[in-house]
């Protein structure tokens, strides 16, 4: 560490709730421990609850001078919380004196956290109702090594950079959060003081998305989709993989010749929307977003996932013949989008590997190209995905990320790309023979679109 003060020391549960100025601050992701969480973290309390002391984890606490910011235990901190709440609730009768006067001093100064959040809040109600069941099996010493034995290692940092570095690196030994939740407290901190009075709206609209689907964007489509585009391997996002979402912030980085395109366009967009004019004609300008862009740190960054968001959901995630595209393809786009669900193979894994190489590439050609020439694009999508599904009787995670990388690489392909015609007009080979199984509504296209020559019986 540089720069800050780091404070090490092994707390116990009743001194760690004894800090009034424990604090969980906005940056925080929601509570979302469950039952099977909590009653995993009692019976670990009731297993060892005749051992000297038991190590519950550790706690990263960020010092600001008048909080104390949890950076990392909230979900556990929380839940601990809740079981002093219960215990007074459900055994306070049966505490002895002495226990009773140390633990009527700790539930006075016991903080009460407040979350806005409805899955939080969801959550903290049903967790309460299993932890008010399972505390009728505390007996008195059981409440005394919960309170004094069960124990954390305590890291207290003064410079939040600093704290986050360090939150980082815990997490990436291996802890439960996901990639992109490091993302959202990366983003968090990076936020420009001009926009801190918009962070409690940008924090709601990203607790609104749900985390599977989040999980989902990030690790299957706009991870790929940059990674591929550069030439890089994608198989699966992980903690390890967060950097490539990182990127400037516009308002501390200096004036280099790249960053005046992204300052221009960051800056309009702001003064466009915020001049008086927007409050009489209601119009309002977009950041122009690009998946392969450079990352504008900060709010910036919530923004292009909610705009990424949007645009999967109504196009990638919801097209079919009779939905978004019905209006604007051709009989031969139709009839691909049609059979890629429903053909007999469709539900195997491999496949869905497939489906996914073919929705990255769709994604980013709309990303870049709108809807011009879509239908030609979808044909020319299809074969170059397809062909992979065709040419072997199993694919694998290994097998997309090989025919990106070592045959022809759309996504570099569509990045270089200055129209749509450069894509659409891209030499791909035909099959020579079909060698997968239940795939025969998917050769039939190869043919009727001249890319295989079924063997004549």
């Known amino acids: 560490m540089c720069g800050g003060e780091l404070r090490t020391e092994v707390i116990s549960v009743g001194n760690l709730l004894q800090y009034t100025n424990l604090t969980i601050p906005i940056y925080q992701r929601p509570y979302k421990w469950t039952a099977k969480n909590v009653n995993q973290l009692i019976d670990d309390i009731l297993l060892h609850k005749d051992k000297s002391a038991y190590r519950l ?4 606490i960020h010092d600001d001078g008048t909080k104390f910011n949890i950076v990392d235990g909230q979900q556990r901190t929380v839940t601990l919380i809740l079981i002093i709440k219960a215990l007074f609730e459900v055994k306070k009768n049966d505490f002895s004196d002495p226990l009773k006067c140390i633990l009527d001093e700790l539930n006075k100064k016991i903080i009460d956290p407040q979350f806005d959040s409805e899955i939080s809040i969801k959550n903290i109600k049903d967790n309460y109702r299993e932890i008010l069941r399972r505390v009728v099996e505390f007996d008195e010493n059981t409440i005394s090594f919960f309170c004094f034995k069960c124990e954390f290692i305590q890291f207290i940092l003064t410079d939040i950079s600093e704290a986050f570095q360090f939150f980082d690196s815990q997490n990436a030994r291996g802890k439960d959060l996901e990639p992109h939740d490091l993302l959202k407290a990366y983003h968090l901190r990076e936020f420009n003081h001009s926009d801190e009075n918009i962070k409690n709206q940008i924090v709601h609209t990203w607790e609104a998305m749900k985390t599977q689907d989040l999980a989902n964007l990030f690790g299957e489509y706009l991870f790929r989709i940059r990674s591929w ?11 390890d993989n967060v950097d490539i979402f990182k990127g400037i912030n516009i308002e501390n980085i200096d004036n280099y010749p790249y960053t005046e395109l992204i300052r221009i366009a960051h800056f309009y967009v702001d003064r466009y929307n915020n001049s008086y004019e927007r409050k009489i004609d209601r119009n309002e300008s977009n950041y122009p977003f690009q998946i392969d862009q450079t990352i504008i740190n900060g709010r910036r960054f919530f923004e292009m996932i909610t705009h990424y968001d949007e645009i999967f959901k109504t196009t990638i995630n919801n097209y079919s013949p009779t939905s978004f595209y019905k209006n604007e393809l051709n009989e031969n786009a139709l009839k691909i989008l049609k059979t890629i669900n429903i053909y007999e193979g469709k539900s195997r894994t491999g496949d869905g590997y497939v489906r996914t190489l073919f929705d990255c590439a769709l994604f980013y050609y709309i990303d870049k190209f709108g809807m011009r020439e879509i239908s030609r694009a979808i044909e020319r999508i299809f074969i170059w995905a397809y062909s992979l599904r065709l040419n072997f009787q199993a694919v694998q995670i290994a097998s997309i990320d090989n025919h990106v990388l070592y045959g022809i690489n759309l996504f570099r392909h569509i990045k270089e790309a200055n129209n749509p015609g450069d894509i659409i007009t891209l030499p791909l080979k035909p099959i020579e ?13 190869f043919e009727e679109l001249r890319y295989y020559d079924k063997p004549k019986n």
């Open 57 to 60: 984890g550790t706690i990263v």
């Open 229 to 239: 585009s550069k030439g890089n391997s994608a198989r699966y996002f992980t903690k």
């Open 433 to 445: 023979k079909n060698n997968s199984t239940k795939t025969e509504l998917i050769a039939e296209i």
